[in-house]
């Protein structure tokens, strides 16, 4: 059975940084895209960061040039560093991934920035 495992969350003053993981496990024999979502409280989930198979990313405007998707291939991982946090960054966010064509999601993991 395929998992997605997130880590990393937690609380952070504005202006930290934290780094998200999230590892795929299990019967696995292709991975396709593997990207970041967020849900704030009364928000509807939102697209934060994705990365392709060839490394190709996108961001939400939001984020760009505070945080930085990356990914290791071998190691069935991406990693969603953020840095300059605001506190409108505070949200849950879940791990997603097209695993063996399908789509699979982590559990998420909170990350609340205070003021």
């Known amino acids: 059975q395929v998992q997605l495992v997130e880590s990393g969350g937690g609380l952070v003053q504005a202006g930290g940084s934290l780094r998200l993981s999230c590892a795929a496990s299990?019967?696995?024999?292709?991975?396709?895209?593997m990207g970041w979502y967020r849900q704030a409280p009364g928000k509807q989930r939102e697209l934060v960061a994705r990365?392709?198979?060839?490394?190709?990313?996108n961001y939400s405007d939001s984020v760009k040039g505070r945080f930085t998707i990356s990914r290791d291939n071998a190691k069935n991982t991406v990693w969603l560093q953020m840095n300059s946090l605001k506190t409108e960054d505070t949200a849950v966010y879940y791990c997603?991934?097209?695993?063996?064509?399908?789509?699979?999601w982590g559990q998420g993991t909170q990350v609340t920035v205070s003021s």
């Open positions: 997603r991934s097209v695993i063996n064509l399908h789509e699979y």
């Open positions: 299990g019967r696995i024999f292709s991975i396709n895209g």
């Open positions: 990365i392709s198979s060839g490394g190709s990313t």
